[in-house]
């Protein structure tokens, strides 16, 4: 009897990397997990990372410090070396591999391109940004793309915010179910230095425009879309480096905040200016940049070599979580 293919998926303890998990197996894979208290692999066991590695037919790599928190000196080097240092200690594994994986998916994060109201974003003709969020997003992929791994096709998932019933979803509603769910606006706030860049080479702290009146782009994918792109990518051997994970019509925050409150019933939804916003955001230990950075972001890589988005509009993908 054949075995299975089988798929090492490093960081399955979040909410994607638990529906992911169960995506694989009902594909036919038998899945071996990397994370800090395993379940099958440790990080700190180098000899049992490569043993699972090699051979492999897939290679996921999901893991990463969460970004849902303060940018302070401690949480700002978690979520740096995590990243970096989980992604080389793979790139080892595949590169001293005999039989190495046929396909490696190294997750990245759309917030690596600038803020963005005049054009989309796309993988060929969009342009990085720059400052904390953007310097992490960049080293992440420098380490994944860095060595030369001729049996391994690569591809980083530059994911834009996935709606899910966990994540920055979650926030969002308990925000429109308490009447906070206007519109985000920025304005002016006392210079801090959580954006600040890091890395080898920092960049200056990104300058937002303050003048979006809520219209700051809001790019997203549906998590069932972000599973069914996975599956496609995995089949379809001509697709490498970059690729965009968004859905292709792009919101915005005025939108968003709008069927939001549709979506949860709610009456009214109060607008939070900076002002409002940034004291709410400590009181929720998160950063305010989540809402009003504008990020415009087209999959143009996923379009071009025919992947159908099953949820393509955000009030339909809303509503479609609500009923979950």
Not at 73 to 80: G, P, S
Not at 269 to 295: I, N, T
């Given at each position: 009897?054949?075995?299975?293919?089988?798929?090492?998926?490093?960081?399955?303890?979040?909410?994607?990397?638990?529906?992911?998990?169960?995506?694989?197996?009902?594909?036919?894979?038998?899945?071996?997990?990397?994370?800090?208290?395993?379940?099958?692999?440790?990080?700190?066991?180098?000899?049992?990372?490569?043993?699972?590695?090699?051979?492999?037919?897939?290679?996921?790599?999901?893991?990463?410090?969460?970004?849902?928190?303060?940018?302070h000196?401690?949480?700002?080097?978690?979520?740096?070396a995590?990243?970096?240092g989980?992604?080389?200690?793979?790139?080892?594994?595949?590169?001293?591999?005999?039989?190495p994986?046929?396909?490696?998916?190294?997750?990245?994060?759309?917030?690596?391109?600038?803020?963005?109201?005049?054009?989309?974003?796309?993988?060929?003709?969009?342009?990085?940004?720059?400052?904390?969020?953007?310097?992490?997003?960049?080293?992440?992929?420098?380490a994944?793309?860095?060595?030369?791994?001729?049996?391994?096709?690569?591809?980083?998932?530059?994911?834009?915010?996935?709606?899910?019933?966990?994540?920055?979803?979650?926030?969002?509603?308990?925000?429109?179910r308490?009447?906070?769910?206007g519109?985000?606006?920025?304005?002016?706030?006392?210079?801090?230095?959580?954006?600040?860049?890091?890395?080898?080479?920092?960049?200056?702290?990104?300058?937002?425009?303050?003048?979006?009146g809520?219209?700051?782009?809001?790019?997203?994918?549906?998590?069932?879309?972000?599973?069914?792109?996975?599956?496609?990518i995995?089949?379809?051997?001509?697709?490498?480096?970059?690729?965009?994970?968004?859905?292709?019509?792009?919101?915005?925050?005025?939108?968003?905040?709008?069927?939001?409150?549709?979506?949860?019933?709610?009456?009214?939804?109060?607008?939070?200016?900076?002002?409002?916003?940034?004291?709410?955001?400590?009181?929720?230990?998160?950063?305010?940049?989540?809402?009003?950075?504008?990020?415009?972001?087209?999959?143009?890589?996923?379009?071009?070599?025919?992947?159908?988005?099953?949820?393509?509009?955000?009030?339909?993908?809303?509503?479609?979580?609500?009923?979950?």
């Open positions: 009897m054949t075995s299975p293919p089988r798929a090492v998926l490093a960081g399955a303890s979040g909410f994607i990397g638990t529906a992911l998990v169960r995506d694989l197996r009902d594909r036919g894979y038998a899945v071996v997990r990397i994370g800090r208290n395993g379940p099958e692999v440790r990080w700190d066991d180098p000899v049992g990372v490569r043993t699972a590695v090699d051979g492999a037919d897939l290679l996921v790599n999901l893991a990463g410090r969460s970004v849902g928190c303060r940018y000196d401690r949480n700002r080097a978690e979520i740096y995590s990243r970096i989980t992604t080389t200690q793979l790139a080892q594994a595949v590169h001293a591999a005999a039989a994986p046929r396909l490696w998916l190294n997750a990245s994060t759309a917030t690596i391109y600038r803020h963005a109201m005049d054009r989309p974003q796309t993988e060929d003709g969009g342009e990085l940004g720059s400052g904390f969020s953007v310097d992490v997003a960049r080293d992440w992929e420098q994944f793309f860095a060595d030369d791994l001729p049996g391994t096709r690569r591809v980083a998932l530059r994911m834009a915010i996935v709606l899910g019933n966990g994540g920055a979803l979650t926030m969002l509603r308990r925000a429109a308490f009447g906070l769910g519109p985000q606006l920025d304005g002016w706030w006392p210079a801090h230095q959580r954006y600040r860049g890091i890395g080898p080479t920092p960049t200056a702290p990104a300058v937002h425009a303050p003048s979006t809520g219209r700051q782009k809001f790019s997203w994918i549906h998590l069932d879309d972000l599973l069914r792109a996975i599956a496609f995995d089949t379809h051997a001509q697709i490498e480096g970059p690729v965009n994970l968004s859905a292709p019509e792009v919101s915005d925050n005025r939108t968003l905040m709008a069927q939001l409150r549709r979506t949860v019933r709610a009456p009214f939804g109060l607008p939070a200016p900076r002002w409002l916003l940034e004291p709410g955001m400590l009181v929720l230990r998160q950063e305010s940049e989540l809402v009003l950075k504008s990020r415009w972001v087209l999959p143009e890589r996923l379009l071009a070599a025919g992947f159908a988005f099953a949820h393509p509009e955000l009030a339909g993908a809303l509503e479609d979580l609500a009923a979950q």
